[in-house]
């Protein structure tokens, strides 16, 4: 009885672990996301692509603030692989 249960403890933990481990593995996006803060504010995020096992500059945006922590300014480049520079 007791052996029973310990198998089905192992198999149910097992099947768990599997099912947890191809959720994850499933991201299909490529993008990783660093966002900058200053005095609690967002003031850029640059965008990665993961290509061939290395993060490569993708997007990048910058924001400015009004007195009043109010967005006031946005902007978005795009980064120019043939230039290497961010490029509107």
């Avoid at 310990?6 to 672990?17: C, G, N, P, V, W």
């Avoid at 290509?51 to 924001?63: F, Q, V």
């Avoid at 007195?67 to 692989?81: I, V």
């Amino acid at each position: 009885m007791k052996a029973k249960v310990s198998l089905k403890t192992l198999f149910l933990s097992a099947f768990i672990s599997v099912c947890g481990l191809s959720a994850s593995a499933d991201n299909k996006s490529n993008l990783v996301y660093n966002s900058e803060e200053v005095n609690g504010v967002k003031v850029s995020e640059t965008i990665y692509k993961m290509e061939s096992g290395a993060l490569a500059n993708y997007m990048k945006y910058n924001y400015k603030y009004d007195g009043q922590n109010r967005m006031t300014e946005s902007q978005a480049l795009k980064w120019d692989s043939i230039k290497e520079e961010w490029a509107n």
